[in-house]
């Protein structure tokens, strides 16, 4: 198992090595293309069959009995699994807001300080502030999660 985990590294250390190397040097980019184009097709090849392989050997290692002589069993209730289902809704929902209310802001600032670039500093506040709803969501789960 442990040669599946290496060759998948291997494969993303490879992809990252070619994609650092043609940012570096861009003027070679086409006559490597050649080259790296069927590397890339092998490298995800391999990259994916690896995973189904630790998919297909994994599966019994992880469901596995751990031998210990006393397993203390934590049971999960419906209302305790509900509980943490609405820890997360308030972060959710408050990111996706946040997400809402950045985009418009974000694009007017940069509007604003490509005509006037001393608009920076209030244009940062303003988005700021919109990402702001995301952080009290996080903090309403962070409460929250602290009652359960």
């Not at 049971?75 to 408050?94: K, M, R």
């Not at 809402?100 to 940069?110: D, E, Q």
């Amino acid at each position: 198992m442990h040669w599946l985990v290496g060759l998948m590294s291997f494969a993303i250390v490879g992809l990252i090595a070619a994609g650092f190397y043609l940012e570096l040097r861009p003027a070679l980019a086409p006559r490597l293309r050649s080259i790296f184009k069927p590397a890339l097709a092998v490298q995800m090849t391999v990259f994916v069959g690896a995973m189904f392989g630790l998919l297909a050997l994994g599966v019994s290692d992880a469901m596995a009995q751990p031998a210990v002589a006393e397993q203390v069993a934590t049971e999960v209730s419906i209302g305790l699994g509900l509980a943490i289902i609405g820890v997360g809704i308030p972060t959710a929902l408050s990111t996706i807001g946040a997400g809402i209310a950045v985009g418009p802001i974000g694009s007017a600032a940069l509007a604003a300080i490509t005509e006037k670039p001393e608009m920076l500093g209030r244009s940062l506040i303003y988005i700021g502030l919109a990402e702001g709803i995301a952080i009290y969501g996080l903090v309403v789960s962070i409460l929250l999660l602290n009652r359960i």
